[in-house]
Nanobody, 115 residues
Framework: QVQLVESGGGLVQPGGSLRLSCAAS????????MNWYRQAPGKERELVAT???????YCADSVKGRFTISRDNAKNTVYLQMNSLKPEDTAVYYC?????????WGQGTQVTVSS
């Protein structure tokens, strides 16, 4: 079955960096776009970044220039490199894949940006 397992979250000071990973299994990873979403307390889940099967990327305006999405098809893993973190980046971060019209989500990883 499809599984997405995020890791790499934690507590970081403003201006710091983290790299999130999402290990995927149960589908042909290299064939599908992958997404990172986040959900802050009291807010709706929002799309942060997308990478296509061909490696093209999209980042939300709020993180553009600070976050980078990448993928390693040999490891079935998608990454989110987060630099220059701000308190407003505090959220649970999720990876997601859309397969045959159904969205699969990981369990999420908490990122807290605070001094």
């Amino acid at each position: 079955q499809v599984q997405l397992v995020e890791s790499g979250g934690g507590l970081v000071q403003p201006g710091g960096s983290l790299r999130l990973s999402c290990a995927a299994s149960g589908f042909t990873f290299s064939s599908y776009p992958m997404n990172w979403y986040r959900q802050a307390p009291g807010k709706e889940r929002e799309l942060v970044a997308t990478i296509t099967s061909g490696g093209s990327t999209y980042c939300a305006d709020s993180v553009k220039g600070r976050f980078t999405i990448s993928r390693d098809n040999a490891k079935n893993t998608v990454y989110l490199q987060m630099n220059s973190l701000k308190p407003e980046d505090t959220a649970v971060y999720y990876c997601r894949v859309l397969l045959n019209g159904y969205g699969y989500w990981g369990q999420g990883t908490q990122v807290t940006v605070s001094s």
